[in-house]
Structures are given as C-alpha cells and as structure tokens.
C-alpha cells in the first residue's frame, strides 16, 4: 500500500489534476482576469528549488540558529556570490531559453525616486514596458476583478502589525501579506501570528530596492531569499505571488520572478500613500486617505479594487480599519488578494495556511509518512508553535476554516477512490 502514493505521484503531478483547478467553470468572472498559469505547472523549476528534506530537523522560527541561515541585516543587499548555485542554474536556464528579456537597467537617481533608463531607451516600449510608468505587462496583476476587494498590506512584519493582527482577528478578516524577508527575520512572533491567523504569505524582496536597478544575479537574491525564508519558515509552502518595492518592474524583472521563481507580479490600482503618514513631514493625512478612500469605494465597481496599504505603523494600519465598514456597507466582496487572485489557491504548492502542502517537493521522503501520501492528509492542518517550533498539529487551528467539502472549490488533490482507480488503471497499463 505504502508504494501507491508514489506511484500516484507523477500522475498528480499532470496537467489533468491543475485543468480542474484553472477550467472550473465559476459564476463570476475572476477566470477571465487572471494571467496565464502555466507556469505554477509542478514542472516548473521552482519546485525544485524549494524542496522540504524529511532528514533534516529545521530550525524552529524565530531561533539565532534560524535567523542565521539567511543574508545580514539592509542596506546591504544580499550577497550575489552566495545564491544557491541551483538558482543561478535556474536564472541561466532561463536566459539560454532566451525567457529573460536582455535590457537595460534602470538608475535610480531623480529626485523624485523614479528610476530612469539610459538615454533613449522609451520606458513605455513593449520591449522594457516599466510599471512605474505605468505601462502593464500582459499577465501582471493591476485591477481586481468587478465587485471584488482584494486586501493586502505591504512592508511587514512592522510597526503597524501588531495592531492590524488584532483587528483582523476581531473581524475575521484575512489579508495577504507582501512581507519584506529581512523583516521576517527581524520580526518572527508577528509573522507566526499572521500566518497562524490564516493570512497568506507573499514576497516584497529581502531589502526592498527599485528591481529594475538591479542585476540579474541580484534580482534572483532578493526574490529567492524571501522565498526561501518563507518556505522554511510555513512547512515548506512556496509562495505565488510577489509586489514590486515602488511597484517598480519591467519585463525583465517580472519575467526572472516567472521563469526562474513562477512568481506572478501584483500591482496596485489605487494608492494610499499611507506609507508616508509618519514621515517629517508627512507626504499625506488621514483626512486626505479617507477622502480618497471614500471616493474609491462608493465609486463604481468595475475594475475591482486592489487598494495599496502598508502596516508600517498604527497609522497606516488605523486609515484601514476606518475605511473598512464602509467596505461592507458599499458591498464589496472582500478577499485575501492572493486568495482572490489565486482562485483561492495563495501558494504554489498549498492553498492556505491551513490546506495540505503538496509534496511534489519533498525529498528524502520516510517511507509511511503522511507527505507521499498528499491524497489521504486532507484535514491535516499546519501551524506554527507559539514557540515558533514549525509543527503538525492534529486539530484545525482556525476557527474559520470549513471542513465541508465544497464542489466548487478547486483542489490539489484527489480522493482516495480516484486514487486507487487511477492506480489500478496505471498498473494495468503497465
Ligand atoms: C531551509 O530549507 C533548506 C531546504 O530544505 C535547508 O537546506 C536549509 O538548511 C533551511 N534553512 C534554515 C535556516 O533552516
Ligand atoms: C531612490 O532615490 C530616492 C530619491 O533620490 C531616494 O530617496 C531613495 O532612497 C532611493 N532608493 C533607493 C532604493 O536607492
Ligand atoms: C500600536 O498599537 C499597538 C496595539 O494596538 C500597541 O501595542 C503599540 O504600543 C502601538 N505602537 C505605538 C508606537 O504606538
Ligand atoms: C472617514 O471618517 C469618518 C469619521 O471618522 C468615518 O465615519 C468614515 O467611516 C471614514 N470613511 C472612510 C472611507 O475611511
Ligand atoms: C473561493 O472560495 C469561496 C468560498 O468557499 C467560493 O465561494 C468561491 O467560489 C471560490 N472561488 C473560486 C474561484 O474557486
Ligand atoms: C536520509 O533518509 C534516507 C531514507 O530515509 C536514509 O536512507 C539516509 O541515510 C538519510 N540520509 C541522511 C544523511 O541522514
Ligand atoms: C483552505 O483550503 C482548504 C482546501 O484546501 C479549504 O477547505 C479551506 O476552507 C481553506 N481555508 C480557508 C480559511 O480559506
Ligand atoms: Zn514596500
């Protein structure tokens, strides 16, 4: 019996299992919105780069021994002589497949921070076509689809964090999270609560700089280590959607995110400008974030809305919870970003923070144990330990997540019927 899950293995991993995922025909138009996806395809190289090692005992969260695996403290970025030689092999595969577009770096050196290109060189062109002017690449994320709400919160684990866990937890509400790695580093008990409250985990880079000012090398350093820290740090999830710092990319940028991490980019299509609430002087207020906020949602539904806010400190965070009751009054239909936008699947390989991990990335895996069997480990739940020890826990730690099997949903996984016909059928083929 305990061979049958490998043998299943190459199976789940076909594009018949994800078509019922991405072709599931749904009421409402959100399929129509989405980039293509055939990158989050188990094939894709980012599952072997992120693999769980079933040898290996991982540093719990939080611990010196965990913070010490991942680059120093900003400014300095992380050092490109350090990347896994496995990600740079990614990056050049990429390149030789003539996948990552061969431009020039933008130089950030305007006093308006808008990183500029060489002289000549037309940002808005399809062959650079740079989000910070605005121009949209084909399969990058700016609008919601109609009615919806997708929420997110960039910069954390910060200042402002503690505070917005509290009024998610009060509201039931779960967000997506854009975290910044070193912040996670640096911040490890409010990344456990976040992620503990079923909130999804996304990529901000580990320093935040303008990506288009970077190297290749460099970009795969920021995207990677935020990833890998991420992965180590959520029993082996790999996120699926990354935001820009400045919403700054290009199709350079966006395309080493896709090809080498299948990362999907997410813009924004209104800007608080909460970030800068706290500055001297402020760059906005709260009376000027409500006005606009109230603009936005009393105003028509098409586009949905994807709404740029930070919890870098109580501020940002407080402009938030006034506008969300107006949120519902408006009756948006509010969602986790990435859950919206990932047809409520936030990970490549899971769907939440509570859904089973697929384990097309476990290496080493011990005969038996539940990973080979990703099938029949539906209702196992992770969580991490206030302890910050990463753990399996046997009971569901969110109180709002449904046991009820819901047909509409898409699925990783089949059940154990369609498991074992399609293991009979596999044997007899063979
Ligand atoms: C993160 O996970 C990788 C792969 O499983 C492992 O090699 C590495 O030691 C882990 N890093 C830390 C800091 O736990
Ligand atoms: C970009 O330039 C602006 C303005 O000169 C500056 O404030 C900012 O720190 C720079 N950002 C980076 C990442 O170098
Ligand atoms: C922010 O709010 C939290 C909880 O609401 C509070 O504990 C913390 O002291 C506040 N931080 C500041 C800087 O006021
Ligand atoms: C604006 O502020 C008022 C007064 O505090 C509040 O009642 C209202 O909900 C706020 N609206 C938004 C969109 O933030
Ligand atoms: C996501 O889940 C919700 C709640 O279970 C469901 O109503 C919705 O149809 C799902 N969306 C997609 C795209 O599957
Ligand atoms: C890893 O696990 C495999 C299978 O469980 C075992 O045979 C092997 O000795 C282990 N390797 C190490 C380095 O522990
Ligand atoms: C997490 O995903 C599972 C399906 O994998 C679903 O049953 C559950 O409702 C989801 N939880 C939340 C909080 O959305
Ligand atoms: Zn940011």
Not at 83 to 108: G, Q, T, V
Not at 236 to 258: E, L, M, N, Q
Not at 392 to 412: E, F, H, M
């Amino acid at each position: 019996m305990h061979i049958l899950p490998l043998l299943i293995l190459p199976l789940l991993s076909t594009a018949s299992v994800l078509q019922h995922r991405y072709d599931h025909d749904h009421s409402h138009n959100v399929k129509r919105n989405l980039p293509s996806t055939w990158y989050h395809h188990p094939s894709h190289p980012v599952h072997s780069l992120f693999r769980r090692d079933e040898n290996i005992t991982y540093a719990p969260v939080g611990s010196t021994e965990w913070a010490a695996g991942y680059p120093p403290d900003p400014p300095a970025l992380p050092d490109v002589k350090t990347i896994p030689a496995e990600w740079l092999a990614a990056l050049n595969d990429a390149i030789a497949r003539k996948a990552i577009p061969d431009i020039p770096l933008s130089k950030n050196t305007t006093d308006d921070g808008n990183p500029v290109y060489p002289t000549g060189v037309d940002p808005n062109s399809p062959e650079i076509c740079s989000s910070t002017y605005q121009c949209r690449i084909p399969g990058d994320v700016w609008d919601a689809p109609a009615g919806f709400l997708g929420l997110s919160f960039d910069d954390g684990p910060e200042a402002g964090s503690g505070k917005l866990i509290e009024f998610l937890k009060t509201n039931n509400q779960q967000v997506t999270h854009f975290m910044i790695g070193s912040n996670i580093r640096d911040n490890p008990d409010a990344f456990i609560q976040e992620f503990n409250l079923g909130n999804d985990i996304a990529v901000h880079t580990w320093t935040h700089p303008h990506m288009t000012t970077q190297s290749n090398e460099q970009v795969v350093a920021e995207l990677g280590w935020t990833m890998q820290i991420i992965h180590n740090s959520t029993n082996g999830r790999v996120p699926k959607f990354w935001r820009p710092p400045y919403g700054d990319s290009d199709k350079r940028v966006t395309a080493i995110a896709k090809e080498v991490f299948g990362l999907t980019t997410i813009i924004w299509n209104q800007d608080t400008d909460d970030w800068s609430l706290t500055d001297s002087p402020p760059g906005t207020t709260a009376a000027k974030i409500n006005s606009s906020m109230h603009q936005w949602l009393t105003g028509p539904k098409t586009p949905g809305l994807i709404i740029l806010e930070h919890e870098l400190s109580n501020q940002s965070v407080a402009t938030f919870m006034s506008a969300y009751p107006v949120m519902q009054q408006q009756n948006w239909n509010i969602m986790s970003l990435a859950q919206l936008i990932g047809q409520n699947a936030s990970y490549q390989n899971a769907d939440n923070s509570t859904s089973p991990v697929n384990d097309v990335n476990i290496i080493n895996a011990k005969s038996g144990s539940p990973p080979s069997a990703p099938s029949s480990t539906s209702s196992t739940p992770t969580n991490l330990q206030a302890s910050g020890q990463p753990s399996v826990v046997s009971s569901n730690p969110s109180p709002t997540s449904s046991t009820k099997p819901n047909s509409a949903s898409p699925r990783w996984v089949m059940g154990p019927t369609a498991i074992l016909s399609v293991a009979v059928i596999f044997m007899l083929w063979r």
